[in-house]
């Protein structure tokens, strides 16, 4: 599978993966900003700064290695496919970026119930801001395959980092754009499916959960 792959679908009834923003990065799953600066003490800017500074430098060694070596889509006793890593992955470092065709939430709004009218049984779509959503259910890349569980291994957040490269055709202002990065929530070892918790709102017409996890509350909802 390439970096960026189309897709056939795979029957699965994941409508998004998240649909809240928040205002901060966490190991949550929820999808924010960085704390803005005024906000932070000169200390708190440094390390902030610093903090930055690492993750941008984890994000650009994640990419020099192929995806398909580091990672691999398979059957998955939870649902589906799902995401398996090749390699061993210490805590917090990056696992995948969350690729596919970035949009705005009209054009969301109006694909998802498209989706859900033609039957495609799939729908991979991870808000970035408040005004765009990235979609992977036709244009993606293998971290559309994560499963869910009620005991992750792996977060994501939004991050931003500079995409001065001409190889990057995602430029925002010329210099920085934000990205979906799913991170290792601890120690993940070779062979391991990699997991994450949907967040999904509670609403009528719960979705059942498989994972299996000691702590499975049964639904996504």
Same mark, same amino acid.
């Given at each position: 599978?390439?970096?960026?792959?189309?897709?056939?679908?795979?029957?699965?009834?994941?409508?998004?993966?998240? =649909?809240?923003?928040?205002?901060?990065?966490?190991?949550?799953?929820?999808?924010?900003?960085?704390?803005? !600066?005024?906000?932070?003490?000169?200390?708190?800017?440094?390390?902030?700064?610093?903090?930055?500074?690492?993750?941008?430098?984890?994000? =650009? =060694?994640?990419?020099?290695?192929?995806?398909?070596?580091?990672?691999?889509?398979?059957?998955?006793?939870?649902?589906?496919?799902?995401?398996?890593?090749?390699?061993?992955?210490?805590?917090?470092? !990056?696992?995948?970026?969350?690729?596919?065709?970035?949009?705005?939430?009209?054009?969301a709004?109006?694909?998802?119930?498209?989706?859900?009218?033609?039957?495609e049984?799939?729908?991979?779509?991870?808000?970035?801001?408040?005004?765009?959503?990235?979609?992977?259910?036709?244009?993606?890349?293998?971290?559309?395959?994560?499963?869910?569980?009620c005991?992750?291994?792996?977060?994501?957040?939004?991050?931003?980092?500079?995409?001065?490269?001409?190889?990057?055709?995602?430029?925002?202002?010329?210099?920085q754009?934000?990205?979906?990065?799913?991170?290792?929530?601890?120690?993940?070892?070779?062979?391991e499916?990699?997991?994450?918790d949907?967040?999904? !709102?509670?609403?009528d017409?719960?979705? =059942?959960?498989?994972?299996?996890? !000691?702590?499975c509350?049964?639904?996504?909802?």
């Amino acid at each position: 599978m390439t970096a960026i792959a189309r897709s056939g679908g795979s029957g699965r009834i994941t409508r998004a993966l998240v =649909r809240a923003v928040r205002n901060a990065d966490d190991d949550t799953g929820a999808l924010g900003g960085e704390a803005a !600066p005024s906000s932070l003490t000169k200390q708190g800017e440094e390390k902030a700064k610093a903090d930055r500074h690492l993750t941008q430098k984890k994000y =650009r =060694r994640l990419k020099v290695v192929p995806m398909e070596q580091r990672l691999a889509a398979r059957r998955s006793h939870i649902h589906g496919w799902g995401l398996f890593t090749k390699v061993d992955i210490a805590k917090d470092d !990056p696992i995948v970026e969350y690729m596919g065709e970035t949009i705005r939430q009209p054009i969301a709004d109006i694909r998802e119930r498209a989706y859900e009218i033609s039957g495609e049984g799939s729908c991979y779509m991870f808000r970035l801001d408040m005004q765009r959503i990235v979609d992977a259910t036709k244009i993606g890349c293998m971290a559309r395959f994560m499963n869910h569980s009620c005991q992750p291994n792996a977060y994501a957040k939004i991050i931003t980092v500079d995409t001065t490269s001409s190889a990057d055709t995602n430029i925002v202002g010329g210099k920085q754009d934000k990205k979906i990065v799913v991170f290792a929530k601890r120690t993940i070892t070779s062979g391991e499916e990699i997991t994450y918790d949907y967040k999904f !709102p509670v609403e009528d017409g719960s979705l =059942r959960c498989t994972c299996g996890a !000691p702590n499975c509350i049964g639904r996504l909802n």
